[in-house]
């Protein structure tokens, strides 16, 4: 029997090894359902670009079928496009099969409601119920459903990109960018998308295969091919995308990565500056964000770890947000539509670059900047809670402890966070300050206090 522990079912959907935790079978099951929670209707499958997505969405629907659903094949498509078609199409839901950032031997599949979000964690209790329970809607063969194509799937997604966005203004600047979509779903509208505004685009990997050319999470490290890159061809800036294109990382003109961090920094900035409202992210997002808060005078609300944590607060605020996001280069605009989403996070840069008249080093140098350090180490989320317990005691008295999401402590220069993963069998490890010794010594220092605590538990 093949082990379950790679197995991820949370608010960020489920995610696995392909052939160990993540079959076809257990696709099937859980769009079984997912179909009967909807109540049948139009499905949107839609899927990034690994080896493994023509299996999974082949299997969901399957699973799609047999409830009584109709499912709307949408092909490769980027997950913000996913998202936002699917509201605009009406859907009765929709289901992508991604592992977002995840190495090319994972998979997953993301549950989407009718409003084109991810299901909160009421929704994915109710719907989990019903898997747990197998208490599927079955039709008799006579009422199955017919599989729709719907081809073009990106363009409505792209003209609201399009309209969000300075066009002229970005065209006139004649902008060279070094695209690396690392053959994700990506590559179906990033170049489309900046060929649209003007920019003269020198395209990396941009052909939708899933055979990645570096590692899927576009962390500094990861990147480093794409830097040279950008030096080597006289590039204005460079764009990474990740497998679905949520995630974008940000170089410079001289080839060197800003942090995923930034990402979402360099969006605020922009659209606070023409747009007064809040700032919404989560609990390891960089304080960056707060100084920028303070800087234009608005307000910061922080969430649990989660984009559907992240929307359903951009949604909530008041006063209303206007930028919110991840700080792993996930932008969420809700002008466009209220998601992660590297399109929009380009179209900001992009459009600040088109103002700023300076390049892309100096704006950014002009932003708030912090050193943010992320590290993980194996372990459940059940051990990760127990580690918790100990090391609160440990820092009550030192620091000011929050407990919405794992363990975050602030102090005066610098904060630390423990948590256990959404979507890997991990535990997160993060450490910020001003400077890189300072973040280094901290996240030290806690991993020191970890490695005693685990001799408690």
Known sequence: MKSATTLKIS??????????????????????????????????????????????????????????????????????????????????????????????????????????????????????DIYHQGAFDFVAAGKFRTIEVLPRAADAHLRRLLNRFDGEAIRRRRIR????????AGAVLGPRFLRELGCDVVPLACDPTGEFVHPSEPTPENIAGVCRAVKTARADIG?????????????????????????????????????????????????????????????IFRTRIGEVNVVEKVLAARPRAVIGGEGNGG?????????????????????????????????????????LLKDRIEGSAERAHRLIRVLRKLYEDKGTVNLLDGLKVDFPDHWIHLRPSNTEPVIRVLAEAKTEIRARRALAALRGEIAAAWRKI
């Open 239 to 299: 764009f990474v995308q990740d497998a679905d294109a949520d995630r974008l990382a940000i170089i410079d003109e001289r080839g060197r990565p800003l942090g995923e961090e930034m990402t979402l920094v360099w969006a605020a900035s922009r659209v606070l500056e023409k747009t007064k409202g809040s700032i919404v992210c989560n609990m390891s997002s960089t304080r960056a964000l707060d100084d920028l808060a303070a800087r234009h005078g608005v307000k």
């Open 331 to 371: 932008v969420i605009d809700p002008e466009i539509h209220p998601c992660r989403d590297s399109f929009a996070a380009m179209g900001h840069v992009l459009d600040a670059l088109a103002a700023g008249h300076k390049p892309v080093s100096a704006l950014a140098g002009a932003l708030p900047r912090y050193v």
């Open 177 to 184: 960018v070094v695209l690396d979509c690392n053959n994700g």
């Open 11 to 128: 608010i960020s959907g489920a995610r696995g090894i392909i052939g160990d935790s993540l079959t076809p079978q257990l696709a099937a099951a859980l769009a079984q359902a997912f179909g009967t929670y909807v109540g049948g209707g139009p499905v949107l499958v839609g899927r990034d670009a690994r080896s493994s997505g023509i299996m999974l969405a082949e299997a969901v629907v399957s699973g799609l079928l047999a409830v009584g659903c109709r499912p709307v094949d949408v092909g490769i498509l980027p997950i913000p496009s996913f998202l936002y078609l699917t509201k605009e199409v009406r859907a009765a839901g929709g289901i992508a099969v991604t592992a977002s950032h995840n190495p090319r031997e994972w998979n997953g599949l993301k549950f989407i409601s009718r409003r084109g979000l991810y299901l909160t964690p009421q929704q994915t209790e109710e719907y989990l």
